[in-house]
Nanobody, 121 residues
Framework: QLQASGGGLVQAGDSLRLSCADSGRIFSIYVMGWFRQAPGKEREFVAAISASGGSQGYADSVKGRFTISRDNAKSTVYLQMNSLKPEDTAVYYC????????????????WGQGTQVTVSS
């Protein structure tokens, strides 16, 4: 079970850190990803991290601003979001998969409930 938290209402340029706590699986063998879905849009890839944490991947739209990390001892994955923009407004979801980093929504089989991030201009 994946439980995302940390969302909120912030102003453009602010920072937020999202957390996603996992339970019920061997967290350390799963690739973890963050996705987001804005109103009226499809869910899109944001970032992913390998099971060991040694490799990360980012969407071009967040590269250089967002950082994904994980703490396998705490079964938690994080998304540090800096220099937030109004276009980052969305519901953010964490997800898990086995194997290697991929960016397609369909590749991830386990999903959390989402946390709302709203960035005002």
């Amino acid at each position: 079970q994946l439980q995302a938290s940390g969302g909120g209402l912030v102003q453009a340029g602010d920072s937020l850190r999202l957390s996603c706590a996992d339970s019920g699986r061997i967290f350390s063998i799963y690739v973890m990803g963050w996705f987001r879905q804005a109103p009226g849009k499809e869910r899109e890839f944001v970032a992913a991290i390998s099971a060991s944490g040694g490799s990360q991947g980012y969407a071009d739209s967040v590269k250089g601003r967002f950082t994904i990390s994980r703490d396998n001892a705490k079964s938690t994955v994080y998304l540090q979001m800096n220099s937030l923009k109004p276009e980052d407004t969305a519901v953010y979801y964490c997800a898990a998969k086995l194997g290697f980093i991929q960016t397609d929504v369909r590749d991830f089989g386990s999903w959390g409930q989402g946390t709302q991030v709203t960035v005002s201009s």
